[in-house]
């Protein structure tokens, strides 16, 4: 599932570049909210976990830079956590 949260004014051509990119890629697994102003990162962040459909949550903000697997092997490192506990 892909949860974007665009945090106040985006330009509408961004705004149709990433649902056609969505559209294209990801069918019906996304979801997009919009803050009508600004509210920052922590509000952002709780809107994405709240409206989340899963127990775990990977953030990637629009300034990241991700290696191809880093979702994978972050999920990876989290489950080897979990079973040693």
């Known amino acids: 599932e892909i949860i974007i949260i665009f945090d106040g004014y985006c330009h509408e051509e961004i ?6 990119f969505l559209k294209k890629n990801f069918y019906k697994k996304y979801k997009v909210f919009k803050n009508k102003i600004n509210k ?23 300034d990241d830079f991700s290696v191809k697997k880093r979702f994978y092997d ?7 956590q979990l079973v040693k506990e």
């Open 74 to 80: 972050r999920f990876e490192v989290l489950t080897l």
């Open 15 to 20: 705004t149709k570049y990433v649902f056609s």
């Open 40 to 62: 920052g990162i922590t509000f952002s962040y709780n809107l994405a976990i709240k409206k989340a459909s899963y127990d775990i949550v990977a953030i990637q903000d629009a």
